[in-house]
Every structure is written in structure tokens, then in C-alpha cells.
């Protein structure tokens, strides 16, 4: 079965500071998709990135970086030089190849990141 | 840029009342999905509709529950006597392919059961 899990609940941090959250998933597949989303507080779901199980090259997308490690299954994602506008729950998500189950997304419970001025 | 679709953005009924939520996936777009949020839960997947007829559905997903395709753009998730505990934001998303490509969610619509 399928599982992630973002341990960090709420991360608070002032403007301008680097900030990393955390994601850590479970999987039998060997090949699975990754993905992180974006919900600010007008509640809609923002596509961030997907990554393939086979591509373990870091990402970065102007102030975010991905890193993923299949070693730790971890996927996690870096906000540099944070913005308030960055408030927000970021959810973690996976969906598995195998078995036919690649048409669902496994979301972690969030993390709700708040920036302040 | 094209964006799904969805309406009412905010719906209140009744308990045992019948309710219908609208979607329009992006046109080109062949994987239709709804999927649910409890207030300050995490978003749990329902069901994923590919070639009129559903590919997947999870546990939540009851007889309670059903989803349609009536024309070539609107994808309708109808819940038939809803409960107190079906208070939620219900998503929908599309996909042009299998989630080897990325879903885009609509904007939801909350939903509150009294």
C-alpha cells in the first residue's frame, strides 16, 4: 500500500529565511510518480512538480528545489529566501505505476507553512 | 491558460437531500478524478473516470456515490442522500494521461451538510 508522510504539521519562519519540508513515502512499486501542491489560504490545489521514480536528478524552479532521494524515499522540497506570499499547506503526493493504480494520488496531511513579515 | 472548472463553489443542503457537483476537466484532457477534503484534513482520493466508466474508486466512494459524464464537457459527481459527515471541499482534476502526468485540480466547491 501506498503512503506518505509529511511529519512537520505547521513550520513558521520570517521573511527571507530558507525553509525545507519534509516528505517521506512508502511504496512497493518500483515505478511510482512524485508530486508536491501547493494550497494557499483561497483553498485551491497548485500543481508544483512531478518527479518519475527514475529520475533522481534535483530540481530547481526559481526559489524552489526538490530534493529526492530514493535511498531514504524521501522527496523533499526547499523554499529559499521565503516570501509571505509562500503561506500556504504544501502537500506531498504519490501515485503508484503498478497494479493499475496509477490513476490516484496518495496525499500526505500537509504542511502549513507560514512566512511572516 | 485552461484551467478546470468547477460549480457551485460553495453548496449547503439538507441531510438526506441529493446533491450534484459540476466539473469541466480541460478539454483535451481523458482522466477525470474527485477527490475530498475534510476541514483541515488531508485530501483523500474518491474515484477516477477514464473512457465513460470509473477506473478506480476507494472505500469512500459507496453506493451513496456516483459520477457521470453526460456530455463532452461536464463530469458531475452526484451524492445521493448525503450525511453530516460528507461536509467537505470536494475536488475535481483532470489529466491528459495516466498520473505520469500531472493532474490539475479545479478551485472546489465546499460543501456543508446541516
Known amino acids: 500500500a501506498q503512503k506518505v508522510t509529511q511529519a512537520q504539521t505547521e513550520i513558521s519562519v520570517v521573511e527571507k529565511e530558507d525553509v525545507t519540508l519534509d516528505c517521506v513515502y512508502e511504496t512497493r512499486d518500483t515505478t511510482y510518480y512524485l508530486f508536491w501542491y501547493k494550497q494557499p489560504p483561497s483553498g485551491e490545489l497548485v500543481f508544483l512538480i512531478r518527479?518519475?521514480?527514475?529520475?533522481?536528478q534535483n530540481e530547481i524552479s526559481g526559489r524552489y528545489s526538490w530534493n529526492f532521494q530514493k535511498s531514504t524515499s524521501s522527496f523533499n522540497f526547499t523554499i529559499t529566501a521565503s516570501q509571505v506570499v509562500d503561506s500556504a499547506v504544501y502537500f506531498c503526493a504519490l501515485s503508484e505505476a503498478g497494479g493499475g493504480s496509477n490513476y490516484k494520488l496518495t496525499f500526505g496531511k500537509g504542511t502549513l507553512l507560514t512566512v511572516n513579515p | 491558460e485552461p484551467e478546470v472548472t468547477q460549480t457551485p463553489s460553495h453548496q449547503v443542503t439538507q441531510m438526506g437531500q441529493e446533491v450534484i457537483l459540476r466539473c469541466v476537466p480541460i478539454?483535451?484532457?481523458?482522466?477525470f478524478y474527485w477527490y475530498r477534503q475534510i476541514l483541515g484534513q488531508k485530501v483523500e482520493f474518491l474515484v477516477s473516470?477514464?473512457?465513460?466508466?470509473?477506473?478506480?474508486k476507494s472505500e469512500i466512494f459507496d453506493d451513496q456515490f456516483s459520477v457521470e459524464r453526460p456530455d463532452g464537457s461536464n463530469f458531475t459527481l452526484k451524492i445521493r442522500s448525503t450525511k453530516l459527515e460528507d461536509s467537505a471541499m470536494y475536488f475535481c482534476?483532470?489529466?491528459?494521461?495516466?498520473?505520469?502526468?500531472?493532474?490539475?485540480f479545479g478551485q472546489g466547491t465546499r460543501l456543508t451538510v446541516v
Open positions: 482534476a483532470s489529466s491528459l494521461g495516466r498520473l505520469n502526468t500531472e493532474a490539475f
Open positions: 473516470f477514464y473512457n465513460n466508466e470509473i477506473s478506480e
Open positions: 478539454s483535451n484532457h481523458l482522466y
Open positions: 518527479r518519475n521514480s527514475f529520475d533522481e
